[in-house]
C-alpha cells in the first residue's frame, strides 16, 4: 500500500554513473575516499560501461586524468586525449544503446588545478578559458559525445560551446549546463579521483557560486538557458535542495542534480562506523533530490542501485 500510493520513485533510468578513466596505467586503481569507484583503464572502462548497459543504466558521464598536465590543460583538445579515445571505444561498443556525456572542464588537465587558463597573477582569465572550451567541445564531440556538460562556471561558456559546435554541424549534440555549481566544500573525494590540487592553496571561489546566494543559481541558470542550454545541473545536490526546488519551479528544461563524491563518501563513512543503514540513507539521498524536482541524478551509486533494482 505504501508504496502504491508513494508520490516519488526513483528508477534506473533516471540515474547517471560518473566514470573516471585514467592514461597510462594497466590495472584499475581504487580510490580510497570514493569506496567502490575506481580510476579505469580503456579496457576495464568498456568492460563497465557495457555492464552498466547490462544492468539498465541508459547514461554515462565521463571524467579523464591524463599522464601529463600542463598550464593550458591542452589534454582536453587533444584528439589523442584520453577521454577522446575512451569515448571513441565506448561509441564502438555500445552506440546509441547508453548515452555518453562527457564533463567539460581543465582542471584535470592543468598543472595549477583551475579550471581555466591563469594569469600572471593566478586568477582565472574567462574570456580566454571559454575559448579554450570551445576548442575541447568540438575534440569530444569528433570523438562521439552525445551530450557535452560544461562544469567551469565561465560566463558565456553555454554561448561559446554551442556556437563552435553549430559552426561545424554538431548541432544535434545536446548541452548539459552545470548552471549552479557552488563553491562546495563536498568536494574532496572528487579531486582524490582526478589528481587535482590547486596551487597555493588556492580555491574556486572566484568562479563558482557562493554558497549562501540562491538567487544568485537563478541568473546562472537563466543566462544558460538563454544561451543555449538543453538541461541544467545543480551541484552539489542534497545540500541544495532548495536551489533544485526553485529551479523546477520555474524551468521547462529537464534539470540534473549531482549528488556529489563527498555526499556519497559521507553515507559510507558513517555505514562503515555502523552509524547508519547505508543503503536505507542512499536510498533516502537520492530519492530527495527526486523529490525536490530532479529529473536527472548524476551519482557513484548508480551500479549499486541498478543491481538492487535489477535484485528486486
Avoid at 566514470?19 to 581504487?30: A, D, H, M
Avoid at 590543460?73 to 561509441?91: C, E, F, K
Avoid at 545536446?174 to 589528481?195: C, E, M, N, Q, T
Avoid at 558513517?270 to 547508519?276: D, E, K, L, S
Wanted: glycine share 8%.
Amino acid at each position: 500500500m505504501r508504496d502504491l500510493v508513494a508520490e516519488t520513485h526513483v528508477r534506473v533510468d533516471d540515474l547517471v554513473a560518473p566514470l573516471f578513466v585514467r592514461e597510462g596505467i594497466s590495472s584499475p586503481q581504487p580510490i580510497t575516499s570514493l569506496p567502490h569507484v575506481v580510476q579505469h583503464t580503456r579496457d576495464s572502462l568498456r568492460a563497465e560501461v557495457t555492464g552498466l548497459a547490462d544492468l539498465g543504466v541508459k547514461a554515462v558521464i565521463l571524467f579523464g586524468v591524463p599522464a601529463q598536465k600542463d598550464a593550458v590543460g591542452s589534454g582536453a583538445s587533444d584528439p589523442q586525449g584520453i577521454v577522446q579515445l575512451a569515448l571513441a571505444d565506448l561509441r564502438t561498443d555500445v552506440g546509441d544503446d547508453l548515452v555518453v556525456i562527457t564533463d567539460l572542464c581543465v582542471d584535470e588537465y592543468t598543472d595549477h588545478g583551475h579550471c581555466g587558463i591563469v594569469d600572471e597573477h593566478g586568477v582565472v582569465d574567462n574570456d580566454a578559458t571559454v575559448e579554450l572550451y570551445a576548442q575541447a567541445a568540438l575534440a569530444q564531440a569528433r570523438a562521439g559525445s552525445q551530450v557535452i556538460a560544461p562544469s567551469g562556471m565561465m560566463d558565456g561558456q553555454v554561448a561559446a560551446i554551442r556556437d563552435a559546435l553549430d559552426g561545424e554541424g554538431f548541432d544535434d549534440i545536446a548541452i548539459l549546463a552545470y548552471a549552479a555549481k557552488y563553491a562546495s566544500g563536498l568536494y574532496g573525494p572528487f579531486r582524490d579521483a582526478v589528481d587535482v590540487e590547486i596551487a597555493d592553496g588556492g580555491d574556486r571561489k572566484g568562479y563558482q557560486q557562493d554558497y549562501r546566494n540562491v538567487r544568485e543559481a537563478q541568473r546562472e541558470i537563466d543566462l544558460d538557458i538563454a544561451e543555449g542550454a538543453d538541461m541544467i545541473m545543480i551541484k552539489p545536490a542534497l545540500a541544495y535542495l532548495d536551489v533544485i526546488a526553485d529551479a523546477a519551479s520555474r524551468v521547462d528544461l529537464p534539470i540534473a542534480a549531482y549528488h556529489v563524491s563527498g555526499e556519497y563518501a559521507m553515507i559510507h563513512a558513517a555505514a562503515q562506523q555502523g552509524w547508519i543503514d547505508g543503503d536505507a540513507v542512499a536510498i533516502e539521498h537520492l530519492t530527495a533530490i527526486k523529490r525536490a524536482g530532479a529529473n536527472i541524478i548524476l551519482t557513484y551509486f548508480t551500479r549499486w542501485f541498478a543491481e538492487t533494482a535489477s535484485a528486486s
